[in-house]
């Protein structure tokens, strides 16, 4: 019974590189979020995608940050040209309803190093 | 602007005794609040959590209190446990414009317990 699943755990990239993390929903669930935790903060909602569309990206940067959940596969957050503030730990969640469940499982997390 | 806020980074309780997590909000249309424990290098896992019509709701050792006039709101512990150490986040819930829901999570407070 496998949970919420993230690759890799650890991304370094040297600024102005892409980074492209990845999430597989637990069994069952075609809604996903995406949030990030800078240093010292709590976690920030980026973006809620379902299966090719995406619902709220209202907490997206502008530039250079792309999320999308294909068919099939799982979700990408993809980020451009990466800046040294870019580094955080970023997070996924998945539930089986973005409306209905309140509870969201979050995957393990990946952290994202720029140099 | 920090909607929600956790003003205790740490708290360190003697293992046995009760442990109080305290969290305050700002906006008053926030439908849900949810108690998430994190561990290091680990996701997120949902704790307990109470809609905003009620004013408390208790999980065996975990209870949940909600004072809406205050905007205000605690986890109880107890007894407190040594597995009980990590941070914990408070988050509250909006329903966003486009029909799903969105979490806010504070800063987080370290729990230490004391054996």
């Known amino acids: 019974n496998a949970g919420v699943m993230q690759n890799p755990r650890h991304l370094v990239r040297r600024r102005g590189q892409e980074a492209r993390l990845r999430c597989s929903p637990m069994?069952?669930?075609?809604?996903v979020y995406w949030y990030r935790q800078l240093p010292e903060e709590g976690l920030k909602f980026m973006v809620y995608l379902q299966k090719e569309n995406i619902i709220d990206e209202s907490g997206m940067p502008k530039e250079r940050f792309s999320a999308e959940f294909p068919k099939e596969g799982p979700s990408i957050l993809r980020i451009q040209q990466v800046v040294r503030g870019d580094s955080a730990a970023y997070f996924c969640a998945s539930s089986r309803s973005g409306l209905a469940s309140y509870e969201q499982y979050f995957g393990p997390g990946t952290r994202l190093t720029v140099t | 602007d920090q909607q929600v806020k956790q003003n205790s980074p740490s708290l360190s309780v003697q293992e046995g005794r009760i442990s109080i997590l305290n969290c305050d909000y700002t906006n008053s249309m926030f439908d849900y609040f949810l108690w998430y424990k994190k561990y290091p290098a680990e996701g997120p896992t949902f704790l307990i959590s109470i809609s905003s019509i009620k004013d408390k709701n208790e999980d065996g050792r975990f209870t949940v209190f909600l004072n809406k006039s205050a905007k205000h709101l605690s986890l109880h512990i107890v007894p407190s446990q040594p597995g009980d150490s990590a941070v914990y986040f408070c988050a509250a819930n909006l329903r966003s414009n486009f029909g799903n829901e969105k979490l806010t999570f504070g800063t987080g407070t370290r729990l230490t317990i004391i054996p």
């Open positions: 069994k069952g669930h075609s809604h």
